[in-house]
C-alpha cells in the first residue's frame, strides 16, 4: 500500500496556470470573486506541501519545465538579490493581472511549519550536518557521528512524515498546549520567509502591491508560534495593508475535538479562519451524520461557535463545505457518518465512492441555501458546482469534469467489490443552482454583513429560520428538513411583502410582522423584504 500512495504522489494530470488562465470565463461567469491555490510552490508531490524552494512556482505548471530548473540552479536561495523569475513564475504574474483585470483576487497557500525533504536548505543540512549555515533551521533530534557506520540523523517530520521536516520553533507554552507561544527559532529563516512572500505581494518591488497577490493562506497554523505569526502579520500588511491572512485552525484531538480558534482572531494574526466549526454542526444538522441533531441544538452549537469573535471576523470566516483535504460535499452527505473519519474505502470497506443519490442532492441543496445565507465568505472547491463526487484524500482531487470533454464512465471499485456505473459529466442544473446562490449573494449585501437573529427552531416540525438585517433590508431564510410539508408561522423585522430569491414568482405577505405559508418537505426558501 505504501509504494502504490508513494507513486499516487507524483501523478501528474498535465493541468497548468495556462489552464486557468484559458477557463477564466467560466470561473467570472460562475460569479467567483477570489482564487486561492493550494501550494503552487516548486515540489516532487501532487498536493505540493513538500516544496523544494518556497520562492518559485512550481515548473509544470509553467510552458518551459527544464529552461526553469537551470534558472534556478543559477541562483544563491538564500539571497534574494539572486532570484529571478522563472517562465512558470511570469506566468503566474499573468494570471495575477488577468484576474484583478476581472475583479478577482488571489490567495496564496503556504506551509511555514515545514519544507520538503527535497527543501534546498535541508538538503544541505544533510550533505554538511552540524556545519551546515541551515543547521539551525530544523528541529534536528541528533546528528550522524561520522565514526560509526550507522547514520545518526534523525529530525521532526510534520505528522511524523519524513518527507516534511519541521521549522524548528522556540516554545514557550507547555507541551501540547495550543495556541503555541514563541516564536522561530532562526531569524535566518524568518526573514527567508518575509522575502518570499515580498516577492508575490509586490512583484516589481516598488511600492504598490497592485501586480502582487491578495493574501496568504496559511496550513498547519496551530504548530506554528504566535510570535512568528504575529511577526508574519505585520510584515505582510506593510506591504499590502488589505492583504488577507487566513489559518488553518482545526483539529484539538482528532476525530472528536475541533480547536476554538479565538486566540487567533483577536486582530494580531488571522483575519479569519478556514470554518471547520461551522461545517461540521450543519453536516451533522442537514445530513443526519452520524445521527439526527434538532433544530433547537443546531442553533445553540452556531451560536456557541460565533461567541467571542468579532463581526468582521465572522463575516470573513471561510465557510466551507469540502476541501482538498476532505471528502467532497455530495460524498460526505451520501456517508453519514463522523465527520473526516473513516472516511475512503481504504478506511472503510462500505463506504459509498459511486455518485451520490437524488435524496443526497435534495439535502446537498439546503446545506448551500444555508451555507450562501449564513454569516461568512462561502467557499466552493473546483468541481463542486458541477457535481464532482470523491472520497477523502486523494479521491477528492480528481481533475476538474468539463463540458467539452467526454470521460469515462466510472466503474472501478479499489477492492475489486460491484458497484454502479456512474456516467462523469457535468450536472447543469446544479451549475444552475450555484450560479443563482452566487448572484443573491452577491447582489444582496444583507447576506454579507447583515446580523443574524435565529426566529424558529421547532424540534417538533424539524423546521428552522434565521433572518439577516442591514439597514433597512431583511432577508428571511426558512427550512424544512422534514420529508412531509409544513406550515410555517415566522416573525419578521417588517409587515409587507417577501419575495422568494429563488424563484420570485413565489410572494408572501408579512401581516403582524408575521409570515404564515406552507413550505414543501426538504426544501429551503431564501425570503426578502421587498416593500
Request: charged content about 30%; aromatic content about 12%; overall charge neutral.
Amino acid at each position: 500500500m505504501q509504494n502504490t500512495w508513494d507513486k499516487l504522489q507524483l501523478r501528474r494530470y498535465g493541468g497548468d496556470l495556462q489552464g486557468i488562465i484559458d477557463n477564466l470565463d467560466y470561473i467570472q461567469e460562475l460569479g467567483i470573486t477570489a482564487i486561492y491555490f493550494n501550494p503552487l510552490n516548486d515540489a516532487p508531490s501532487l498536493h505540493k506541501y513538500d516544496p523544494r524552494s518556497w520562492r518559485h512556482i512550481d515548473v509544470n505548471f509553467g510552458p518551459n519545465p527544464e529552461k526553469d530548473k537551470q534558472i534556478i540552479a543559477s541562483e544563491d536561495p538564500a539571497n534574494p538579490d539572486t532570484w529571478k523569475f522563472t517562465t512558470a513564475d511570469s506566468l503566474f504574474l499573468k494570471l495575477i493581472k488577468e484576474l484583478h483585470s476581472r475583479n478577482i483576487k488571489l490567495v496564496m497557500d503556504y506551509s511555514w511549519n515545514h519544507t520538503g525533504s527535497e527543501f534546498w536548505a535541508f538538503k544541505d543540512v544533510k550533505k554538511n550536518g552540524k556545519k551546515s549555515k541551515y543547521a539551525d533551521w530544523y528541529e534536528i533530534k541528533s546528528w550522524d557521528n561520522p565514526n560509526t557506520p550507522e547514520n545518526e540523523f534523525a529530525y521532526d517530520g510534520w505528522a511524523g512524515v519524513k518527507y516534511l521536516p519541521e521549522i524548528k520553533k522556540d516554545l514557550t507554552s507547555a507541551p501540547g498546549e495550543l495556541p503555541r507561544q514563541g516564536n522561530l527559532h532562526s531569524e535566518a529563516v524568518k526573514q527567508h520567509i518575509f522575502n518570499v512572500a515580498r516577492r508575490w505581494l509586490d512583484p516589481n518591488n516598488d511600492g504598490n502591491p497592485e501586480d502582487g497577490i491578495n493574501g496568504f493562506r496559511l496550513d498547519v497554523a496551530e504548530k506554528l508560534p504566535l510570535g512568528f505569526l504575529r511577526d508574519f502579520r505585520k510584515e505582510v500588511r506593510k506591504i499590502n495593508p488589505e492583504a488577507l491572512i487566513i489559518g488553518e485552525i482545526w483539529w484539538k484531538k482528532w476525530p472528536e475535538e475541533l480547536m476554538a480558534p479565538n486566540a487567533y482572531l483577536q486582530g494580531d494574526v488571522f483575519d479569519c479562519i478556514m470554518n471547520y466549526r461551522w461545517y461540521r454542526p450543519a453536516r451533522h444538522f442537514f445530513a443526519d451524520a452520524p445521527d439526527a441533531m434538532k433544530p433547537s441544538e443546531f442553533v445553540r452549537i452556531l451560536k456557541e461557535k460565533m461567541q467571542g469573535i468579532e463581526a468582521p471576523r465572522l463575516q470573513a470566516m471561510m465557510n466551507l463545505v469540502d476541501s482538498h483535504d476532505s471528502p467532497r460535499v455530495s460524498t460526505s452527505l451520501y456517508n453519514n457518518g463522523k465527520y473526516k473519519f473513516q472516511a475512503k474505502p481504504t478506511e472503510d470497506p462500505d463506504y459509498k465512492i459511486d455518485k451520490p443519490d437524488a435524496h443526497t442532492r435534495k439535502i446537498q441543496k439546503m446545506l448551500l441555501i444555508h451555507q450562501f445565507t449564513y454569516v461568512g465568505s462561502p467557499h466552493i472547491f473546483y468541481g463542486d458546482e458541477v457535481g464532482m463526487w470523491g472520497a477523502d484524500d486523494p479521491d477528492c482531487r480528481k481533475p476538474m469534469v468539463w463540458s467539452n470533454i467526454k470521460y469515462e464512465d466510472e466503474t472501478h471499485h479499489p477492492f475489486g467489490k460491484k458497484r454502479k456505473t456512474d456516467k462523469v459529466e457535468q450536472d447543469t442544473s446544479l451549475l444552475s443552482f450555484y450560479k443563482k446562490l452566487i448572484s443573491i449573494r452577491k447582489e444582496n449585501p444583507v447576506l454579507m454583513f447583515g446580523n443574524i437573529d435565529f426566529i424558529l427552531a421547532d424540534d417538533k416540525n424539524n423546521t428552522l429560520a434565521y433572518s439577516r438585517v442591514y439597514k433597512n433590508d431583511e432577508i428571511v431564510v426558512i427550512f424544512n428538513k422534514s420529508k412531509e410539508n409544513k406550515d410555517i408561522y415566522v416573525r419578521t423585522k417588517y409587515n409587507g411583502l417577501y419575495t422568494d430569491l429563488q424563484n420570485e414568482n413565489m410572494q408572501i405577505m408579512s401581516v403582524g410582522k408575521k409570515l404564515k405559508f406552507t413550505l414543501s418537505g426538504e426544501t429551503a426558501v431564501i425570503l426578502k423584504f421587498v416593500q
